[in-house]
Nanobody, 123 residues
Framework: QVQLVESGGGLVQAGGSLRLSCSAS????????MGWFRQAPGKEREFVAV???????YYADSVKGRFTISRDNAKNTVYLQMNSLKPEDTAVYYC?????????????????WGQGTQVTVSS
């Protein structure tokens, strides 16, 4: 099972940007689809973005056009560039790995999870 560690969260004003990173170890990173999910206070965890081994991507409608997911297989790292941030983007962001190259958007399709990193967007 792959181990995941997120970083890059913090406090930012509305309209600002942050880049989250997720470093993976213990598996063959290039063969995994990698995803980002988030959980806001009092809400269920929700899908944000996913990237497959072929670099295909898929985004939640709420972040499409503002967030970009990418991966660097040489560094075993996946990124989430977040631009034009809104207060409703405030959440704990989780990185997840799927034991398959194809993309998916449900939690149950991902086997390994990081501990999460807090993103807070002030108005």
């Amino acid at each position: 099972q792959v181990q995941l560690v997120e970083s890059g969260g913090g406090l930012v004003q509305a309209g600002g940007s942050l880049r989250l990173s997720c470093s993976a170890s213990g598996g063959i990173f290039s063969t995994y689809a990698m995803g980002w999910f988030r959980q806001a206070p009092g809400k269920e965890r929700e899908f944000v973005a996913v990237i497959g081994w072929s670099l295909s991507t898929y985004y939640a409608d709420s972040v499409k056009g503002r967030f970009t997911i990418s991966r660097d297989n040489a560094k075993n790292t996946v990124y989430l560039q977040m631009n034009s941030l809104k207060p409703e983007d405030t959440a704990v962001y989780y990185c997840a790995a799927r034991d398959s190259a194809g993309i998916a958007i449900t939690e149950g399709d991902f086997r390994s999870w990081g501990q999460g990193t807090q993103v807070t967007v002030s108005s």
